[in-house]
């Protein structure tokens, strides 16, 4: 499908996700523009770590399409019916996500720089010295140049999960999801981070979902925030109106909890 | 000094056909070894799999090894296959009877690598292939070494069955000086010690590299 501003970058139409008998998404609508940084913020529960599971195909939507820059993801309508799409086709679009998650979730058995190299020779078929290449410019990026023959285990949580951000970002993704990257860090490591993930905002135009408690940081990072309760979206603005006079009374009570 | 039970000149006399048949022990052992750690990797691999065309069969299969005495195996597979040699014959027997249980070891070894491993390898979406590979076998293969040394002693201790089937490992060796001598006592005793002598040290190895791993 043509890309063009137009096109959401990531598209939720209708989307049922159900462990077992708790629906946990109860037909979610919402989308995410090209370059967007949208937060999405509330209660512990509320789906929000489920919408990026569904977006890695690392769960399965019961219901609903998604769609990424306008092409079908998992499934796809055959007249009135629902299918799945085969993992071949859907590689070829989540080849366009990356992920970084709240456990680093960095490979033990290989270096800093193997973790970083890995994929973008064996999917993107790059050359081992162009991969280098990119895996040094950013571990610069991320401050961690020295860290490059370290085992992961040898790396504080902050560098860990600087090493999983540069991983995931030499897979050149599109949209970027981000789950809540912080907080199984030290408080003292948790600025480092930020200040990569700030760098990022700024340098490149990837499309970034984040799920995080820091507010001082969706504020400053994002354009958009939705508010989760129940599966729902029930509020949805900019930073500023959102933090500043929540328009919805669950919106009010969560930031007044967490602030 | 000698006795009725005991003479040192047979004990020594004995050594040198004891310590060929102990040649052919290890090479069956490390053959079988060698057999059972690959052809159990495939095992679990298979069995983790969701194809239950593949599954159900490799299941059935692996109950019924583990269910029949290695002895019978032994000498059910020389009978049934003349044509080779009984070495090769044990060895492959002895590989197969094993790698039932190395698979457990494997997937035990499989299972203790975190979901995350999983989930990034699907996040940086490497083929299944290369996940395996490059990403939960390494972890799971350093889970499974004590194991795999735990079954080699296990296996190296069964090798007597060999003689069964007219392979001349350690303990037919001994059988057969007793026999041609009149003397079992020594040859037998030499045997006992010649194993204790490999799998003491090597078991207390095993447990230096599981205290290492932990
Ligand atoms: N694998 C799972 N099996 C069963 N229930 C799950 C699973 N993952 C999440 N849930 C449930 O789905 C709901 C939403 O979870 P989650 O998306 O993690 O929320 P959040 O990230 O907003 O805290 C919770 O009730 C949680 O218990
Ligand atoms: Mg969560």
Redesign the pocket.
């Known amino acids: 499908m043509p890309e063009n501003d137009t096109t959401p970058a990531i598209q939720f139409q209708g989307v049922v ?1 159900r ?2 008998d ?1 629906v ?1 998404l109860d037909g979610l609508d919402f989308t995410v523009a090209q370059g967007d940084r949208v937060t ?1 913020i ?10 990026l ?1 569904l977006l890695m195909t690392l ?1 399965e939507a019961n219901d609903g399409l998604i769609y990424i820059d306008g092409d079908p993801y998992t499934h796809e309508m055959r007249g009135d019916k629902r299918v799945a799409i085969p993992d071949k086709r859907r590689s070829l679009v989540r080849r366009r996500v990356g992920m970084v998650f709240q456990q680093f979730n960095l490979f033990p058995n290989m270096t800093v720089l193997e973790n970083i190299i890995e994929a973008p020779i064996h999917v993107l078929g790059k050359s081992k010295a162009e991969a280098i290449a990119i895996a040094e410019e950013l571990l610069d990026k991320v401050g961690l140049s020295d860290k490059r023959d370290e085992r992961p285990n040898k790396l504080s949580g902050g560098q860990q999960q600087r090493v999983a951000i540069a991983r995931a970002l030499a897979m050149e993704p599109e949209i970027l999801l981000l ?2 990257v912080t907080s199984a860090l030290d408080p003292e490591l948790v600025a480092d981070v930020l200040g990569v993930l700030r760098n990022i905002a700024e340098t490149t135009d990837i499309t970034m979902l984040i ?1 995080t408690h820091e507010m001082q940081f969706a504020r400053e990072v994002s354009n958009r925030v939705l508010m ?1 309760d129940k ?1 729902k979206i029930i509020e949805e603005a900019d930073p500023e109106t959102i933090f500043t006079s929540p328009a919805h009374e669950r919106t009010q009570e969560f930031l007044r909890a967490i602030l | 000094m000698d006795t009725e039970f005991w003479s040192w000149e047979h004990a020594i006399a004995v050594l040198p056909e004891l310590l060929r048949g102990l040649q052919i022990t290890i090479l069956a052992t490390v053959v079988g070894m060698v057999i059972a750690s690959i052809l159990g990797l495939v095992v679990a691999i298979v069995r983790r799999s969701r194809m239950r065309v593949v599954t159900f069969p490799v299941g059935f299969l692996v109950e019924f090894i583990r269910s029949t005495p290695l002895l019978v195996q032994l000498v059910f597979a020389n009978l049934l296959f003349t044509q080779f040699p009984s070495l090769a014959i044990g060895c492959v027997v002895l590989g197969v009877h094993y790698a039932t249980y190395m698979s457990e070891v494997y997937r035990a070894g499989i299972d203790a690598v975190p979901k995350g491993q999983w989930e990034a390898s699907i996040a940086l979406d490497l083929p299944r292939s290369r996940t395996w590979r490059a990403v939960v076998l390494p972890q799971a293969i350093r889970n499974t070494l004590p194991g795999l040394g735990n079954y080699a002693i296990s296996m190296f201790k069964e090798t007597p069955f060999l003689a069964f089937i007219y392979v001349v490992e350690m303990y037919a060796a001994a059988q057969a000086y007793g026999g041609s001598n009149f003397r079992y006592m020594e040859a037998i005793t030499m045997v006992g010690l010649l194993f204790l002598l490999v799998s003491y040290p090597t078991s207390l190895l095993v447990r230096r590299l599981e205290n290492r791993l932990a």
């Open positions: 996700k462990f077992g708790n946990v999405l509330g209660p512990s529960g509320s789906g929000k770590t489920t919408i599971r769960e789950d809540e799920v989760f599966g």
